[in-house]
């Protein structure tokens, strides 16, 4: 009968071991799939700066865009879309992370802010004159209030050219 408890401790035992083994390689599995994905330094080491943030075009457009403005607006590059029009309340949370998705890939060349509030009043858009319309990001800009004016891109801009291509939205900027 001894040992037949000391066969039954060390069942209980073994089963015990097992279980623990399990549970732990479960954690270690939730932890590994969850975890936060970070660059080793071996990997950043792979990495290197960039000259500049703007292209050639982009850089020419800023100063030109900066210079027309004067100290009414701040300007912004490549701003993300989502962070122009965030989404509404009230979507599923598989439809907001879809919509999240989409807006988050998109941006804006450059976003001229009001000063004070740092209000989105107008984004200007580089692109080729016959480019495909991105009918999400001007439908979105448009849809948040914020005024839309594409500039083909060039090495260089006039200020007096691009005030004209401005034309109406520059005139009725508050």
Known sequence: MLEHAAVAVLLAAVLGLALLVVLLAAAGLFVFRFRRIAISEREAAGLCRKAGVLSPPEAALFRVLDEAM???????PKVRL???APL????????RWKAQGELSRRSVDFLLCDRKTFAPVF?????????????????AL???GVRVVKVAPRPAYDVRELRDKL???YASLP
Request: hydrophobic share 45%.
């Open 70 to 76: 004067g100290d009414s607006y701040r300007l912004f």
């Open 82 to 84: 989502c962070d122009v």
């Open 88 to 95: 509404k309340p009230g979507l599923r949370a598989w439809e």
């Open 123 to 139: 984004a200007v858009i580089l692109a080729e004159p016959k480019a495909e319309a991105d009918a999400l990001l001007e439908g």
């Open 142 to 144: 448009r849809g948040a």
């Open 167 to 169: 034309g109406a939205s």
